[in-house]
């Protein structure tokens, strides 16, 4: 079912706006830090705990301690292969804290609350029944650039339950927390400095991971049991454009754009394209109907790319340096400071449609993991789109 778009309910919330040192639970006032890594380099250590309501949440407490371990090594293995990434050095250094375990009555760095929220949480962030997953920032220490939260992850039975009628039924038992792990990767995403793409999610291989949709994606009930079963990651701070993956997905439920119909040579009248890639190549498909089932597509025409890649760095997180701060020298020269980089690559072609009628030089941008890719060409003697 890997070509079905659905109509998200995506009112899911990451760190994005805060009032200094405060609650960041989203709204967008009022930027500044609220972008900003809850740690950097200058933190050696950072305590979690992981607290389940086992009459709401259930998957043993084993389990969800194991997940989070595996989701918070790969944001460890991703930073760690993005320092090499960065040619003009990486000022800002990610991840690179020992994180231990500590029982949650001690008090911890980040609270793991699964199934559960407080009183106050619950009027801090809203009606929990909207939400998959959160991430909530609730103080930041300005002079030393470090903060401390907790993230919520939805109950699967109780008042608490989200009120989707698309999520799967007792998603977290499903493969042992394979679900959980892969919705903590997106959470603490947030915790380290990453935000929300505005894409949709791609795969069920991970693609889109910082999908503003990706929580509830991952728990459709067409497909949660695969995704929980096949746990692949792929690399964040390089281009995935190393297998077979789908560039762009469109299917409305209306008529396609008719410039996209008409450049890749597609009845104006069928409802769905997708793009896919692999090395050395770019194969369009498209469907008549809106089912997204994958056997009602038709191959419309291919691009073979000759192999020469441009390259493209952009850093990933920006750190906003209060004046207070004490980590980085010279914060009035540099109000921002950068972080780790990630990688566009772009690689030439011609597409030409099945029935030999149309044939179009292409520019394609490989997907990076947290957006989709594009297609650039000229159609008409113009750069489309």
Same mark, same amino acid.
């Given at each position: 079912?890997?070509?079905?778009?659905?109509?998200?309910?995506?009112?899911?919330?990451?760190?994005?706006?805060?009032?200094?040192?405060?609650?960041?639970?989203?709204?967008?006032?009022?930027?500044?830090?609220?972008?900003?890594?809850?740690?950097?380099?200058?933190?050696?250590?950072?305590?979690?705990?992981?607290?389940?309501?086992?009459?709401?949440?259930?998957?043993?407490?084993?389990?969800?301690?194991?997940?989070?371990?595996?989701?918070?090594?790969?944001?460890?293995?991703?930073?760690?292969?993005?320092?090499?990434?960065?040619?003009?050095?990486?000022?800002?250094?990610?991840?690179?804290?020992?994180?231990?375990?500590?029982?949650?009555?001690?008090?911890?760095?980040?609270?793991?609350?699964?199934?559960?929220?407080?009183?106050?949480?619950?009027?801090?962030?809203?009606?929990?029944?909207?939400?998959?997953?959160?991430?909530?920032?609730?103080?930041?220490? @300005? =002079?030393?650039?470090?903060?401390? &939260?907790?993230?919520?992850?939805?109950? #699967? %039975?109780?008042? +608490?339950?989200? !009120?989707?009628?698309?999520?799967?039924?007792?998603?977290?038992?499903?493969?042992?927390?394979?679900?959980?792990? @892969? =919705?903590?990767?997106?959470?603490? &995403?947030?915790?380290?400095?990453?935000? #929300? %793409?505005?894409? +949709?999610?791609? !795969?069920?291989?991970?693609?889109?991971?910082?999908?503003?949709?990706?929580?509830?994606?991952?728990?459709?009930?067409?497909?949660?049991?695969?995704?929980?079963?096949?746990?692949?990651?792929?690399?964040?701070?390089?281009?995935?454009?190393?297998?077979?993956?789908?560039?762009?997905?469109?299917?409305?439920?209306?008529?396609?754009?008719?410039?996209?119909?008409?450049?890749?040579?597609?009845?104006?009248?069928?409802?769905?394209?997708?793009?896919?890639?692999?090395?050395?190549?770019?194969?369009?498909?498209?469907?008549?109907?809106?089912?997204?089932?994958?056997?009602?597509?038709?191959?419309?025409?291919?691009?073979?790319?000759?192999?020469?890649?441009?390259?493209?760095?952009?850093?990933?997180?920006?750190?906003?340096?209060?004046?207070?701060?004490?980590?980085?020298?010279?914060?009035?020269?540099?109000?921002?400071?950068?972080?780790?980089?990630?990688?566009?690559?772009?690689?030439?072609?011609?597409?030409?449609?099945?029935?030999?009628?149309?044939?179009?030089?292409?520019?394609?941008?490989?997907?990076?993991?947290?957006?989709?890719?594009?297609?650039?060409?000229?159609?008409?003697?113009?750069?489309?789109?």
């Amino acid at each position: 079912m890997r070509r079905l778009l659905l109509s998200f309910w995506t009112m899911l919330m990451g760190a994005n706006a805060a009032l200094a040192g405060g609650w960041v639970i989203g709204g967008g006032e009022v930027l500044q830090d609220a972008y900003n890594p809850w740690f950097i380099q200058n933190t050696s250590d950072v305590s979690y705990c992981v607290q389940i309501d086992p009459n709401a949440f259930h998957l043993p407490q084993n389990l969800a301690e194991m997940r989070v371990r595996q989701a918070l090594d790969y944001w460890k293995d991703e930073f760690s292969r993005s320092v090499s990434m960065n040619v003009n050095g990486m000022p800002v250094q990610v991840a690179t804290q020992s994180f231990h375990l500590v029982n949650c009555l001690a008090g911890a760095d980040i609270t793991f609350q699964l199934g559960w929220l407080t009183d106050s949480q619950k009027t801090q962030i809203g009606d929990p029944t909207h939400f998959v997953a959160t991430t909530v920032r609730t103080y930041y220490d @300005r =002079v030393n650039l470090k903060g401390k &939260g907790f993230i919520y992850v939805a109950a #699967d %039975s109780g008042p +608490l339950k989200p !009120s989707s009628n698309q999520i799967a039924a007792m998603p977290w038992n499903l493969a042992d927390g394979g679900l959980l792990y @892969r =919705v903590l990767v997106h959470e603490l &995403g947030h915790v380290f400095g990453l935000v #929300d %793409s505005a894409s +949709l999610p791609n !795969s069920l291989q991970g693609t889109g991971m910082m999908s503003g949709a990706y929580p509830e994606y991952m728990l459709n009930k067409q497909w949660a049991a695969r995704g929980a079963e096949d746990l692949r990651m792929p690399n964040y701070f390089k281009s995935n454009a190393d297998g077979l993956m789908s560039i762009m997905v469109s299917c409305s439920g209306g008529q396609l754009q008719a410039t996209k119909a008409a450049f890749y040579g597609i009845n104006p009248t069928w409802k769905c394209l997708t793009i896919d890639y692999q090395p050395g190549k770019m194969t369009v498909l498209a469907a008549a109907d809106d089912d997204g089932e994958t056997n009602t597509y038709q191959m419309v025409g291919t691009a073979i790319l000759d192999g020469a890649k441009s390259f493209r760095l952009e850093n990933s997180i920006l750190v906003w340096l209060p004046p207070e701060q004490i980590v980085f020298p010279n914060p009035e020269q540099n109000i921002y400071t950068w972080g780790p980089m990630i990688v566009y690559e772009t690689v030439k072609g011609i597409y030409r449609s099945v029935d030999g009628k149309i044939t179009r030089p292409v520019l394609v941008t490989m997907p990076l993991n947290e957006t989709r890719g594009s297609v650039i060409g000229v159609m008409d003697g113009q750069l489309w789109p």
